[in-house]
Structures are given as C-alpha cells and as structure tokens.
C-alpha cells in the first residue's frame, strides 16, 4: 500500500469522526431538549404549546419580520431558531395577557430566546431597519 493511499485513508477516517462527532454534539441536544422537566413536559412540548395557544396573535408582518431577525441564523438551524424564538416570544404575551403581538414583544422575546452573542446580529438588524434599541438596552448585553 502506497503512502499517499494510507494517508488518505487517515484522513478520511478522521473527517469521518469529526463529523459524526459534530452530529451526535446535535443530536444529543435535541435529545435533552425533549426530556421532561418536573412538570412532565418538555422544553419542546413547551415551546410548541406557547405557538399553538397565540397562532392567532401573529400578523403576517410579524412573521416576516421574525424571518428578517433570524436571517443571519445559517439555513439548516434557521426552523429551529424560529421555533424557540416563537416560543419564548409566545411566552411573553401569554404572560402579560397580550391580544396581539407586538414588535416590542417580538423584539424582547428574540434577546430572551437567543444566546448573548447573537444579539449583536440583531442590533445590526434594527439599526438597518431605523428601530430604537434604547427602550432594550437591559435586555441586551452587546
């Protein structure tokens, strides 16, 4: 066996592993995500339940501009940041007993729902569309 060959088995093995490695770092998130809590449901079934209860609230233009906030997410993780976006922007207006959303409850709901470093995506995002950010300067952390 030539050593060129030998070194492209080597290689491919190793690209092998760390790709499975990536996807099982992502499957086993998914898997933590729907185990259930103290309460018996999921942080899944939680978030799909808070769509379901204000899928009436949302306007088409919220949820376009839901997609434009979550643009610069990658494609193949985009569904899944809308969901846990909705989710926790669902949350917000059931709690504070909203009759429709708001961009301010969309807004709050996205820097609640996404990790500190993302939020300089979305002050990139509001200051492109000419929204004030001041009003969420607590929330953020930029």
């Not at 490695?21 to 898997?31: C, L, V």
């Not at 949820?63 to 940041?81: D, G, I, N």
């Not at 708001?102 to 609640?112: R, V």
């Amino acid at each position: 066996m030539s050593l060129g060959f030998s070194l492209f088995i080597v290689g491919w093995v190793v690209i092998m592993v760390v790709l499975m490695g990536i996807g099982g770092f992502f499957m086993f998130r998914k898997f933590l995500k729907s185990m259930p809590k103290e309460d018996g449901n999921s942080t899944i079934d939680w978030e799909e339940y808070y769509i379901e209860q204000t899928r009436h609230m949302w306007s088409e233009d919220q949820k376009y501009f839901l997609e434009e906030l979550t643009s610069p997410v990658p494609e193949l993780f985009r569904s899944v940041a809308q969901q846990r976006i909705a989710g926790e922007i669902g949350r917000i207006a059931l709690k504070r007993k909203l009759r429709h959303m708001t961009q301010d409850t969309i807004i709050e709901g996205y820097i609640l729902a996404t990790p500190k470093r993302d939020h300089k995506f979305l002050v990139k995002k509001l200051n492109e569309k000419e929204i004030d950010i001041d009003p969420y300067r607590n929330y953020l952390e930029i």
